[in-house]
């Protein structure tokens, strides 16, 4: 029956079983010759799909604001802007006049300006998603005056769609949407991030094969295989339907032989915080604050990042909240700082060295939020600086620690104690752990830069994608070197790439010595379980021969055995 | 009464995105009808998002304002307001 499967791009490593909703399908226009038109009534079903488009653009952008943020919500302002534009209305009064059908129209006036945007870069290509936003929107109010509501779904839906924009993907309801398939899209686009942060089942780039399916039908998304399975059996939808992933571990876990090891969350966005609490992380072992100054024209205030460091540890009142300061540059671009054309980007000025450099007066004013947040916030901040490679740099910025501290101070605020950590993402901070380690409290190894430069294989290439792997022992080597160096100078280890979500990669890590695993909060549960189940003593010696193999096969074989 | 006004653009964006916003909100919180663009261009409908993004004016440029109408003066010195008010600080709802 393997016409009943289709193949997709996983985005998310769960599965989810339900009925399919279509989204925003079957805008068909009417053929002009085939239709008798009455200029009069098509203008004022025009005008009447515009007013009730700007009613829904309205309450959807209060419910935005209201499960989203107030920033997300200002994407609606500028639809209602297009929405009522003269430039379109002219347009299609014009066209309705020579008598065209209001739906043709619209698509035609919104058409010209689509395209003239497309061709143009950066923030104006955005305009013309924003236009074809306003355009579908008008089209489907046009030609069948339904609509399906993406926040008022029933339970157990799965959304199939052309592909789901921003505004779309804040709608929907993890707790009561199954999951969602998309014809076009890929991992890293905007539906993928958001279904992994929201640990939603999701395949994208499914093709148009995925048309075929009807609305009612019963589907499972499998989004670890990338599958979209069509009437699944009772043993298919049960396995789905099963597959909410290892059972949620509230408590914090040990080994087997009583070895305490953390579990906690990667958090790149605001929304990606309840799911990590549901899914029983212990803390955040990531929290990447780029988020802070994506999206927007100018870098955000100090008040603004106190804001959300606050309500993050507010989140995790018994826990432990590593944020990384600003790290940009390499594959990162913020519009709004002077970022240089570099030939290798990610060998030139990122991470650590912009915070050093051009960047130092945000660097400062975001310690100082970040200071404030850790004396009034309920959890226990820790502050990581990324891309470091030299101790002179870890001395710098931790003078810049100290200069924020002061100033905070001379305000007559309190300044708390605060954990401070190194990520271990260069050769040379690996080679210079113990160093680094003396003067901080803890490590955190980021995986996936770590083993790119390790390996000297850019992560974006997949002519050396086989070289891109953490398990061979080049990276397992610089990882075990990492571990001893910080646990002689009594700094704790984590870990926060991607590795340390793989839980058939936890025994390995427990036993080459992390303290503490971060990932997204899809894989938490997962993980907690592997920890539980694992004797770190057994691993401790299986982790100590891996990193001695000589090839990735032969550390796969030490770890099967 | 016509009145006109060149602009030097100060927010970072330019016109775009929020400064955008506020500006064609301004013109249709106007009676005046007010046309935009570049000194030495073709001037578009200033209360048209379409337009006024496709001049691509960036932060130091310069826009020529004319309005026509019984509040001209008004509407420019709230669109000039708006132009020179760094994005930070412009308060949208003032607009």
């Not at chain 1, 016409?3 to 226009?29: E, F, K, M, N, Q």
């Not at chain 1, 018994?318 to 990384?324: A, F, H, K, L, Q």
């Not at chain 1, 226990?380 to 810049?400: C, G, H, R, S």
Request: charge should be negative; hydrophobic fraction near 40%; proline fraction near 5%.
């Amino acid at each position: 029956m393997a016409d009943r499967t289709l193949h997709g791009t996983g985005a998310t490593p769960r599965s989810g079983v339900g009925t399919v909703v279509w989204y925003g399908r079957d805008i068909s226009l009417p053929d002009p010759d085939d239709v008798k038109v009455d200029p009069e009534a098509e203008g004022r079903r025009f005008a009447n799909a515009v007013d009730t488009a700007r009613e829904e653009l309205a309450s959807e952008r209060e419910a935005t604001a209201e499960r989203v943020g107030e920033d997300e919500a200002a994407v609606f302002d500028a639809h209602i802007q297009f929405l009522e534009d003269p430039t379109i209305e002219e347009a299609v009064e014009t066209m309705i006049g020579e008598g065209q059908p209001a739906p043709n129209a619209v698509d035609a006036a919104f058409g010209e300006h689509i395209e003239q945007f497309e061709g143009m870069d950066g923030r104006m290509a955005e305009r013309a998603d924003d236009l074809r936003d306003v355009r579908d929107r008008l089209l489907r109010l046009l030609t069948d005056g339904e609509r399906v509501d993406l926040g008022d779904l029933p339970d157990g839906s799965v959304v199939l769609a052309e592909r789901l924009t921003p505004s779309d993907t804040a709608q929907l309801d993890p707790d009561r949407v199954a999951g969602f398939a998309t014809v076009t899209g890929g991992r890293t686009s905007h539906a993928s991030i958001f279904a992994r942060s929201l640990a939603l089942p999701a395949v994208v780039g499914v093709g148009e094969a995925l048309e075929a399916i009807e609305d009612g039908t019963e589907v499972v998304i499998d989004g670890d295989s990338g599958e979209v399975l069509v009437a699944p059996d009772d043993t298919e939808r049960a396995a789905a339907a099963s597959d909410s992933g290892a059972a949620v571990v509230d408590a914090s876990v040990e080994t087997t032989d009583g070895r305490h090891v953390e579990v906690a969350a990667n958090i790149g966005q605001p929304a990606e915080l309840k799911p990590a609490v549901e899914r029983g992380a212990d803390g955040v072992g990531l929290y990447r604050t780029e988020f802070l100054f994506l999206d927007r024209e100018t870098p955000p205030s100090e008040d603004e990042q106190y804001e959300a460091i606050r309500e993050t540890l507010d989140t995790f009142p018994d826990g432990r909240v590593v944020v990384r300061t600003l790290d940009i540059g390499g594959d990162k671009q913020i519009p709004y700082l002077d970022q240089p054309d570099e030939e290798n980007p990610f060998l030139g000025e990122r991470g650590i060295r912009r915070s050093l450099g051009p960047d130092s007066d945000l660097f400062a004013t975001q310690l100082r939020a970040l200071l404030r947040a850790a004396a009034d916030g309920a959890g226990d901040l820790a502050i990581m600086f990324p891309m470091v490679a030299t101790v002179t740099e870890l001395d710098a910025a931790l003078d810049a620690l100290d200069t924020a501290a002061a100033d905070i101070e001379e305000c007559d605020a309190d300044v708390v104690d605060v954990e401070v950590g190194v990520m271990i993402e260069t050769p040379s901070a690996a080679f210079m752990a113990g160093e680094l380690a003396a003067r901080v409290d803890f490590l955190s190894i980021g995986t996936n830069d770590l083993t790119q430069y390790v390996m000297a294989a850019d992560r974006e290439n997949e002519r050396v994608g086989d070289l891109h792997d953490p398990s061979h022992p080049g990276v397992l080597r610089a990882i075990h070197r990492t571990v001893t160096a910080a646990h002689e100078e009594d700094a704790w280890v984590g870990m926060c790439g991607e590795m340390a979500g793989d839980p058939d990669l936890t025994e390995l890590l427990v036993g080459l010595g992390l303290d503490e695993l971060s990932m997204s909060a899809v894989t938490i549960p997962e993980v907690k379980t592997a920890v539980s189940d694992t004797e770190y003593s057994t691993a401790s010696e299986r982790a100590d021969r891996a990193q001695l193999a000589a090839t990735r096969s032969e550390v796969h074989t030490t770890l099967d055995t | 009464m016509t009145v006109e006004r060149t602009v030097t653009v100060v927010p970072e964006a330019g016109l775009h995105a929020r400064p955008a916003s506020a500006f064609v909100q301004a013109v249709n919180d106007h009676e005046a009808e007010v046309s935009a663009g570049r000194p030495d261009g073709d001037l578009v409908q200033a209360a048209s998002m379409i337009a006024i993004t496709s001049l691509g004016v960036g932060q130091g440029d310069d826009i020529k304002l004319v309005a026509d109408g019984p509040d001209a003066e008004a509407v420019l010195d709230e669109l000039e307001r708006i132009l020179t008010t760094p994005e930070g600080e412009l308060d949208t709802d003032d607009g």
